[in-house]
C-alpha cells in the first residue's frame, strides 16, 4: 500500500473531530479501536499489523499538547521532535505554538500518513519521519514524547535516551496518564490534568494525566 492509498484508507475510516482536551485541534479518528484494527488488517492481507495508535488521541498526548498549547515560549521558534507521534497531535501543537520545525517520528507508516492529513487538517506543517531514531540526535532544542511507558524494554530504551537528550541540554517532556513503566524516579511532574478518553482503549472515561520532565 502506498502512501496515497493509506490516506485514502485513513480518510475512509475516521472522522474529523475535536480532540477533547485541546480542541483547538482536529484530527482524523476511530470510533472503534477493534473494528479498526480487523479493517487495517483486512485491507492489507496481512496479520499481526502494528495496532492503528494513529487514529486515536492518547491520553498523554492529549496532556502534553494542552501544555504545550498553554505554554508556547517552550517551543517558539525552536527546533522541536516529536516521538513517538501517531496522530501528530502532540507536533500539531507545537507547531501552532509556534516552533521553527517539527519533526514527527513513528515508526509506522500508517501514522507517518496520517500525520500530513492532520497537520493539513490545522493548517501546520510538520515534517514527518518514518524510522527508529532512538539513540540518535539531530539536535533538537525540545523532545516531546506522549504515552512510551506502556511496555518495559520499550520505556528502558526511550526513556535512557531521552534522559541523554535531557542532559545535554534540550527541554524534554513526557505526557503520561500512570502507564506501568514510567520512570518516576528520574522524573518531575510539572502538570497534571483530567483528560477525557475512549473507554474502548483505557479503564475509565477520564484519565488522571501528567506532563513530566527530566530532573
Given at each position: 500500500?502506498?502512501?496515497?492509498?493509506?490516506?485514502?484508507?485513513?480518510?475512509?475510516?475516521?472522522?474529523?473531530?475535536?480532540?477533547?482536551?485541546?480542541?483547538?485541534?482536529?484530527?482524523?479518528?476511530?470510533?472503534?479501536?477493534?473494528?479498526?484494527?480487523?479493517?487495517?488488517?483486512?485491507?492489507?492481507?496481512?496479520?499481526?499489523?502494528?495496532?492503528?495508535?494513529?487514529a486515536f488521541a492518547w491520553a498523554g498526548g492529549q496532556a502534553l499538547a494542552r501544555y504545550v498549547l498553554d505554554n508556547p515560549a517552550l517551543v517558539r521558534g525552536r527546533?522541536?521532535?516529536?516521538?513517538?507521534?501517531?496522530?501528530?497531535?502532540?507536533?500539531?501543537?507545537?507547531?501552532?505554538?509556534?516552533?521553527?520545525?517539527?519533526?514527527?517520528?513513528?515508526?509506522?507508516?500508517?501514522?507517518?500518513?496520517?500525520?500530513?492529513?492532520?497537520?493539513?487538517?490545522?493548517?501546520?506543517?510538520?515534517?514527518?519521519?518514518?524510522?527508529?531514531?532512538?539513540?540518535?540526535?539531530?539536535?533538537?532544542?525540545?523532545?516531546?514524547?506522549?504515552?512510551?511507558?506502556?511496555?518495559?524494554?520499550?520505556?528502558?530504551?526511550?526513556?535512557?535516551?531521552?534522559?541523554?537528550?535531557?542532559?545535554?541540554?534540550?527541554?524534554?517532556?513526557?505526557?503520561?496518564?500512570?502507564?506501568?513503566?514510567?520512570?518516576?524516579?528520574?522524573?518531575?511532574?510539572?502538570?497534571?490534568?483530567?483528560?477525557?478518553?475512549?473507554?474502548?482503549?483505557?479503564?475509565?472515561?477520564?484519565?488522571?494525566?501528567?506532563?513530566?520532565?527530566?530532573?
Open positions: 500500500m502506498d502512501a496515497g492509498e493509506r490516506a485514502r484508507f485513513i480518510r475512509q475510516h475516521t472522522r474529523l473531530l475535536p480532540v477533547p482536551h485541546a480542541p483547538e485541534i482536529v484530527l482524523h479518528v476511530a470510533d472503534e479501536a477493534t473494528a479498526l484494527w480487523q479493517k487495517t488488517e483486512d485491507e492489507l492481507g496481512e496479520i499481526g499489523l502494528p495496532p492503528p495508535f494513529w527546533c522541536v521532535l516529536d516521538f513517538a507521534s501517531g496522530s501528530g497531535l502532540v507536533a500539531i501543537a507545537a507547531a501552532k505554538a509556534g516552533a521553527a520545525h517539527v519533526a514527527a517520528c513513528d515508526i509506522d507508516a500508517f501514522a507517518a500518513s496520517a500525520m500530513e492529513i492532520n497537520a493539513a487538517a490545522n493548517g501546520v506543517t510538520l515534517h514527518p519521519v518514518c524510522a527508529d531514531i532512538v539513540g540518535t540526535d539531530a539536535g533538537w532544542d525540545v523532545a516531546l514524547a506522549g504515552d512510551v511507558s506502556y511496555e518495559r524494554d520499550m520505556a528502558a530504551r526511550v526513556t535512557g535516551w531521552l534522559g541523554a537528550l535531557s542532559q545535554r541540554g534540550a527541554l524534554v517532556l513526557i505526557g503520561d496518564p500512570g502507564r506501568s513503566y514510567l520512570a518516576k524516579d528520574v522524573l518531575d511532574s510539572v502538570a497534571e490534568y483530567s483528560v477525557p478518553v475512549t473507554r474502548d482503549l483505557e479503564d475509565a472515561d477520564v484519565k488522571r494525566t501528567r506532563v513530566w520532565r527530566f530532573r
